[in-house]
């Protein structure tokens, strides 16, 4: 029932899947770009649903707090305190090791607000716990959510990186004023 209705909305919406998702692969960080608008958070749910598959997301502790912090953890949020700093990567690394399934969606950026490069977290769990990113686009130019083929980082972070960033490049976000800078300007990588 949940997979009809939340392919309903996402028809009505004008969204398409695209890509190729893999229900093999039983472990997986999703790295979805852009994420510039609350509007990706629905986005990301009524995907979700309508494939349907199994994946955690990591969000501000804020959220989860009355009155809206239950359906943030139903929909499989996961709460992160950013004002404390913590050892976030190890974190998720023995998640992965503590399951045989398990998958996280995680926005690069790190926040909707428009960035000077991407957080390398989402690329350093991958490493460490031996799973492959998918990455995901969220076009909205297009109407599309596209899945990559899963990418297996080698540990070379300047050299996967420019593979993820020209995998991302020319997405368009819902407020494209606040994606990437590297979306007009050479990135750095640190």
């Known amino acids: 029932m949940i997979k009809y209705?939340?392919?309903?909305?996402l028809s009505i919406w004008g969204f398409k899947i695209t890509g190729n998702y893999r229900h093999d692969i039983l472990k997986k960080v999703y790295a979805v770009y852009p994420h510039t608008s609350n509007w990706d958070f629905l986005l990301g749910i009524m995907l979700k649903g309508a494939i349907p598959m199994d994946v955690n997301y990591v969000a501000k502790d804020s959220l989860f707090r009355?009155?809206?912090g239950w359906f943030f953890r139903w929909t499989g949020g996961i709460p992160v305190d950013r004002s404390k700093r913590t050892n976030f990567v190890d974190s998720m690394v023995d998640l992965f090791n503590k399951y045989?399934?398990?998958s996280f969606a995680i926005a690069p950026e790190g926040?909707?607000?428009r960035v000077q490069k991407f957080k390398?977290?989402?690329y350093h769990i991958a490493v460490k716990a031996k799973v492959p990113i998918v990455m995901v686009k969220f076009d909205y130019e297009h109407k599309e959510a596209h899945f990559s083929d899963p990418f297996y980082p080698t540990g070379d972070y300047k050299k996967d990186l420019k593979i993820?960033?020209?995998h991302f490049k020319g997405t368009k976000g819902k407020n494209q004023n606040q994606a990437c800078l590297w979306e007009e300007e050479v990135i750095s990588v640190t």
């Open 111 to 113: 926040t909707r607000s």
């Open 66 to 68: 009355f009155p809206f």
């Open 100 to 102: 045989d399934k398990l």
């Open 164 to 166: 993820i960033i020209d």
């Open 120 to 122: 390398s977290g989402f």
């Open 5 to 9: 209705f939340c392919r309903a909305v």
